[in-house]
């Protein structure tokens, strides 16, 4: 189901170098020498609205998403802080809104609180994507999304234009259950996709709720 899910999207390839590299990954364990695959899926019953879990293709918990949202200031963006948790409840990294930006842009920090890298969504350019930066890297983004992001169907390219993940959405949705299948390539670090995948489905449905609103009706996915 995963793979047709993907079906038109380009079969991941292997980073070289690995995704990140010259720094330990976020989560050494979700590295793998082979192509995995992976299942994002949203908690209907989610206090918060936002919680997600990742599993394996055999159903085995792997990482827990929880949080909720700041309404701090009227008028302005929610502002997320969320928590990425192994299934024993380790901490992985945190995501936090930036409240003050020119676009959609997310904090990522280690466990420990230090800062990883940001991710937002791009400013300029003839099309939509999202970007990937790690903290102290002048060299551009080390993950670039790019896609048919209202459909939920993206690919990840590396710095040198190497798909090296995919994300399609599930064929089972509900109004308040997302499902998203991704794809990662050998030596990539896979929490770094979730938390694109994460925040890509953020950005759009806090749009999506914004255009509902501003015709009268419902978001075209919440």
Same mark, same amino acid.
């Not at 700041?70 to 997320?80: A, F, N, Q």
């Not at 409840?89 to 959609?104: C, D, K, Q, V, Y």
């Not at 904090?107 to 940001?118: A, C, E």
């Given at each position: 189901d995963m793979l047709e899910d993907a079906s038109g999207l380009p079969m991941p390839k292997r980073a070289d170098p690995p995704i990140p590299s010259g720094r330990a990954p976020l989560d050494a364990e979700l590295v793998h020498a082979a192509t995995t695959a992976y299942e994002l899926e949203e908690k209907g019953l989610s206090l918060s609205g936002e919680d997600f879990e990742v599993k394996s293709p @055999? %159903?085995?918990?792997? *990482?827990? !998403? #929880? %949080? /909720?949202?700041?309404?701090?200031?009227? /008028? *302005?963006?929610?502002? +997320?802080?969320?928590?990425?948790?192994?299934?024993?409840?380790? #901490? !992985?990294? @945190? *995501?936090?809104?930036?409240? !003050?930006?020119? @676009?959609?842009?997310?904090?990522?920090?280690? #466990? +420990? %609180?230090?800062?990883? /890298?940001?991710i937002n969504k791009a400013m300029f350019g003839f099309s939509e994507s999202f970007e990937f930066h790690l903290e102290g890297d002048g060299s551009g983004p080390v993950l670039k999304a790019e896609g048919t992001f209202s459909e939920r169907r993206f690919e990840i390219k590396s710095r040198d234009g190497q798909v090296v993940a995919t994300v399609g959405r599930g064929y089972y949705q509900t109004d308040?259950?997302?499902?998203?299948?991704?794809i990662v390539g050998p030596q990539v670090d896979a929490s770094m996709v979730v938390a694109l995948a994460f925040v890509i489905d953020e950005v759009h449905d806090e749009e999506d709720r914004a255009k509902g609103e501003g015709d009268g009706g419902g978001g075209l996915f919440r």
């Open positions: @055999t %159903g085995q918990l792997l *990482l827990r !998403i #929880s %949080g /909720g949202n700041r309404l701090p200031i009227g /008028g *302005l963006p929610v502002w +997320d802080k969320l928590t990425v948790s192994s299934a024993a409840g380790a #901490s !992985i990294m @945190t *995501l936090e809104r930036e409240m !003050i930006s020119m @676009t959609p842009t997310y904090d990522v920090l280690r #466990s +420990d %609180g230090s800062q990883f /890298g940001k308040s259950e997302n499902r998203y299948h991704l």
